[in-house]
């Protein structure tokens, strides 16, 4: 790092507001941690640049001629590489390090480059690119792990297996149903990303002095060759909306929640108590000390990653936590929140490989749903129906009858006539006037989910309609990202084109 010297962009020395220049103490804390997110708003304040010098020229700000040696100054830098580029804390962050770049060159014209916008512009508009970027990232991720768990239910619509609920066996269900349980809050993610980008992809720049300018900017111009979708409304706001960033971190771990229930769900059963799941070894991790471990590696990265986003999210309310005018704290969310989504995707896209990779047990699943006396709720409404009952008489008779039957035998999964016909007299005073062969339909778990018709239901014909809807959704949000990001890469696109138009040729 090198030593801080006088001049620059500070405003130190030259007749600037300060005498000396920044101590190192201060360049290896704070600016040290605005230039490590040089990797992340690189491009965004290289396009703000462009959009604001052609915006500053088209208002008549800029004359024509230095605008136009100002703008090919910017794109021999948007061509350096950011390895190639100089980096150096002591100018406090990327911008005046650009700003500083272009200064050496020609001083002159590089004065330009400041005129109507504050020094926290480039960067808060460079933010919102890379978080619109990685919002359309992510938002192809969450299509994929949906795509993954509805081809699983697909080829499971019959795949009978218990329901767990506090992990003991509730009730028979199908694999599909399961799997699509997961599906739906995926949608739901999709909708809340749809709502975050569109507050996310407005344009903060042009705001002047806070307020406002006297000069005649044209922030719509600006957000528009920037692929904006619209302005912040009120300059002041404009500046740093606290609520942003804690709404991004927000919706990325609501959606890591969501994929953690899974994870810790296949976790469990892939347990060798359970053993009714497995995973592909791709996505497993040996031990480098017990050989015959075959560690579900991927489903802990998800639930550990879920843990830190968690954090991340505290970190984003606490520095938000400050009066409206202190504008520094942002530089916290300028990288955190773009790392949060990165994280956040490469998650998302490793749970999708492990869900299309899952090997289930069907078998030992099948034979599962039908142990723990898991057709008990369905007894207790059978008997509620043929009996008259009350349902709470029919919840009480029949928990009876469990018990009287784990008494006469421990390993029993299902209620003997003998018990139940003791509960009737214990409960109804009254022998039951059921027929054997109506109870007889309990006997088969299939035959249990196959019940299960009304909407939403784990039966054949409400499963295959939930699987219908599901792709149907998936397809429109996958629709729309791809139509979101073409359109912003040929705003993107264009803006760079404008600024080769109206350069000024190369010298010599």
């Known amino acids: 790092m090198k030593k801080p010297e006088r001049g620059g962009t500070r ?24 230039i490590a997110d040089a990797p ?15 915006m500053l020229i088209d208002v008549g700000v800029i004359p024509k001629d230095p605008g136009a ?18 980096l150096d804390a002591n100018l406090e962050d990327v911008y005046s390090n650009r700003e500083a ?22 960067a808060t508009i460079a933010y919102r690119m890379a978080v619109r ?29 218990p329901d767990y609920t506090y992990l003991q066996p509730a009730t028979p269900t199908s694999l599909a149903h399961y799997l699509l349980a997961f599906t739906y809050p995926l949608l739901r993610d999709a909708e809340r990303l ?19 300018s006297r000069l005649p900017l044209d922030r719509r111009s600006l957000g528009d060759l920037l692929g904006f979708d619209d302005v912040v409304s009120n300059t002041r706001d404009a500046m740093w909306q606290v609520d942003q960033p804690i709404e991004v971190v927000s919706l990325a771990l609501q959606h890591l929640l969501h994929l953690d229930r899974l994870a810790e769900d296949l976790q469990i059963w892939n347990t060798q108590e359970f053993a009714m799941v497995e995973l592909a070894d791709r996505h497993a991790r040996i031990s480098m000390i017990m050989p015959q471990k075959k ?48 994280d956040t995707t490469a998650t998302t896209r490793l749970m999708a490989g492990v869900v299309a990779g899952l090997r289930f047990d069907r078998e030992l699943m099948r034979e599962r749903a039908g142990q723990g006396f898991t057709s008990a709720t369905d007894l207790a409404e059978l008997v509620m129906q043929a009996e008259g009952l009350s349902y709470r008489q029919a919840h009480r008779l029949v928990g009876l009858a469990v018990r009287l039957t784990l008494e006469a035998d421990r390993e029993a999964n299902v209620v003997s006539r003998s018990s139940l016909e003791a509960a009737a007299r214990e409960v109804l005073g009254r022998p039951l006037t059921i027929a054997e062969e109506a109870l007889q339909g309990l006997a088969d778990p299939a035959e249990i989910v196959g019940t299960r018709r009304g909407v939403g239901g784990a039966a054949a014909e409400p499963v295959n309609q939930m699987m219908d809807e599901c792709r149907s959704a998936l397809a429109d949000h996958e629709q729309w990202r791809r139509d979101t990001s073409a359109r912003i890469q040929a705003r993107e696109e264009r803006l760079l084109e404008l600024a080769r138009e109206r350069a000024a040729p190369k010298r010599g």
């Not at 969450?142 to 019959?158: R, W, Y």
């Not at 980008?197 to 705001?207: D, K, L, S, V």
């Open 11 to 34: 405003g130190q020395g030259e007749g600037g507001r300060l005498r000396e220049g920044p101590a190192p103490e201060l360049v290896a804390a704070a600016f040290g941690r605005e």
């Open 295 to 342: 560690n579900p590696y991927a489903l802990a990265y998800v639930r550990g990653i879920t843990g830190s986003v968690m954090g991340r999210l505290v970190s984003m309310t606490a520095v938000a936590k400050t009066p409206s005018g202190q504008m520094d704290n942002r530089i916290f969310a300028l990288g955190e929140v773009p790392r949060t989504l990165d």
């Open 40 to 54: 992340i708003l690189y491009r965004g304040l290289s396009l703000a640049d462009f959009a604001h010098v052609l």
């Open 101 to 122: 770049w272009v200064k050496k060159r020609d001083e002159a014209v590089a004065g330009w480059l400041g005129a109507g916008r504050p020094r926290r512009e480039p």
């Open 69 to 86: 040696q100002l703008l090919q100054l910017l794109l021999d830098l948007h061509a350096l590489p950011l390895d190639d580029f100089p």
């Open 133 to 161: 970027e990685r919002l359309l990232d992510l938002a192809g991720a969450i299509v994929s792990v949906g795509e993954a768990l509805v081809a699983q239910a697909a080829d499971n619509v019959d795949t009978v297996v």
């Open 194 to 212: 749809r709502a975050a980008f569109a507050r996310t992809n407005q344009c903060p720049g042009g705001i002047g002095n806070i307020n406002g």
